[in-house]
């Protein structure tokens, strides 16, 4: 567990309305206390970057028009990188702003210095409120899954790569909400990795929400023997439309009604592979979770799903982004706001490098 305390550099943008309206609206507090760890998501120990001790941090959850206060221990504020002063260390700080009607879902992760490549991310939900109606059913549950690829190197070790002009190379595998695959093939995937399971109960309706939030690769998002009906992406709602599995590109957010219409006959494989890659050579960039039914009868087996066989041929992905449509109501939505993204960045520095306050290692 955390063995040096970390200060950290924290950035919220939301674009427009950071300031206004803060007056009567309710508050809902958040503190993080960041700190490395020690995790093993791929079988190899390494230090990975948690908030409150966990890895992924934890779900920012409210509802439009509430005051969003987050304070942060040992911390100092920065924003993009070199526009304004930092906060000298050991400072707790604490950010506060309303969130207006970006209704969706969205995540946060550090920005600067490549950190994360090492973890610190977290999903954020940003809810209706009920005099905002919604062009769907309120879903049974919400259920937040970020992929991502992973290397077991730490993002110093990545950036040093990087500057040095070198390319990062394959990643070692893919993780879905901070841990490793599923152990579908013994070959592939050894002993003893933790794998995420998404508990589910049969007929029900969850609103899924999928962030790909890794450092360079495309990934490829399917759920063994369900249909992705996609209601909204980036804050903006879709016209539904059912895929069987949807490209997700880093930095994008897609949510999808997913109902729990199977059998349940054994638990399904929710899969994130890479994309126009050649698969064969990149079988070990691959995330494997469990999707598990309360009345399932057995365990996952047999090969993963394929993805879209078309790795040299990108006009399959490119269709898929052409086909995504727009819900035409936008009375209560508010145009203007739909195009706004919510983006939160923090970074996080050791303080013995950082007396001079003013960079990041
Ligand atoms: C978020 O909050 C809403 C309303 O308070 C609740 O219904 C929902 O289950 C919460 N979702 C998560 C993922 O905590
Ligand atoms: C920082 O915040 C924590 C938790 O709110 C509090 O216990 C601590 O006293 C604060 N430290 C400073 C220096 O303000
Ligand atoms: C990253 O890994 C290198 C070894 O590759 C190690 O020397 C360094 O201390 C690590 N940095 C952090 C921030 O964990
Ligand atoms: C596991 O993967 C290896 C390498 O791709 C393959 O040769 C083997 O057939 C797979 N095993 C099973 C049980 O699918
Ligand atoms: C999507 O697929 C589900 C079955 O999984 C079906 O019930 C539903 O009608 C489909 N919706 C659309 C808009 O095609
Ligand atoms: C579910 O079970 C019913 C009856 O046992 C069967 O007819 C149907 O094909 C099954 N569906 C699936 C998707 O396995
Ligand atoms: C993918 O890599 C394998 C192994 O190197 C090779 O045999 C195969 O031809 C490659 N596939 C394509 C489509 O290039």
Not at 85 to 106: A, E, L, R
Not at 240 to 252: A, R
């Amino acid at each position: 567990m955390a063995s040096h305390s970390v200060v950290s550099l924290f950035f919220i943008y939301i674009s427009l309305f950071s300031s206004l309206c803060l007056a009567d609206d309710p508050f809902v507090s958040y503190e993080f206390v960041l700190s490395y760890i020690t995790a093993s998501p791929l079988g190899v120990s390494q230090q990975v970057i948690a908030i409150n001790g966990h890895f992924p941090g934890p779900i920012i959850n409210v509802t439009t028009n509430k005051n969003v206060v987050v304070n942060r221990r040992s911390s100092w504020q920065d924003g993009v990188l070199g526009t304004n002063c930092p906060i000298p260390p050991k400072w707790n700080w604490t950010y506060q702003f309303q969130v207006k009607d970006q209704i969706g879902s969205f995540f946060y992760l550090p920005s600067l210095n490549f950190q994360w490549a090492s973890g610190g991310y977290g999903g954020f939900i940003i809810n209706n409120r009920d005099i905002i109606p919604i062009p769907f059913a309120t879903p049974d549950g919400d259920i937040t899954i970020l992929i991502g690829d992973w290397y077991t190197r730490n993002h110093s070790a990545l950036r040093r790569e990087l500057n040095g002009g070198k390319n990062l190379g394959m990643p070692d595998g893919v993780l879905i909400n901070g841990k490793g695959p599923y152990r579908y093939n013994t070959t592939l995937v050894p002993d003893g990795i933790d794998y995420e399971t998404i508990d589910v109960h049969p007929g029900k309706t969850y609103c899924i929400c999928v962030h790909n939030v890794g450092v360079s690769t495309s990934l490829n998002f399917r759920i063994q023997n369900h249909n992705l009906l996609l209601a909204e992406t980036e804050g903006s709602y879709t016209v539904q439309q059912n895929y069987t599995s949807l490209d997700i590109h880093v930095g994008q957010s897609y949510s999808f009604l997913v109902t729990m219409d199977q059998n349940a006959s054994s638990d399904c494989y929710i899969v994130a592979s890479a994309r126009f890659v050649n698969e064969s050579l990149w079988q070990r960039v691959t995330g494997a979770g469990i999707l598990h039914y309360s009345n399932s009868k057995g365990k996952a087996s047999g090969p993963l799903l394929d993805p879209p066989n078309d790795q040299y041929d990108k006009t399959f992905s490119m269709n898929q982004a052409r086909s995504i449509r727009y819900f035409p109501s936008s009375s209560l939505l508010l145009v203007e706001y739909r195009r706004m993204k919510i983006a939160i960045y923090f970074c996080f520095c050791h303080p013995r490098k950082n007396h001079e306050g003013n960079f990041c290692f």
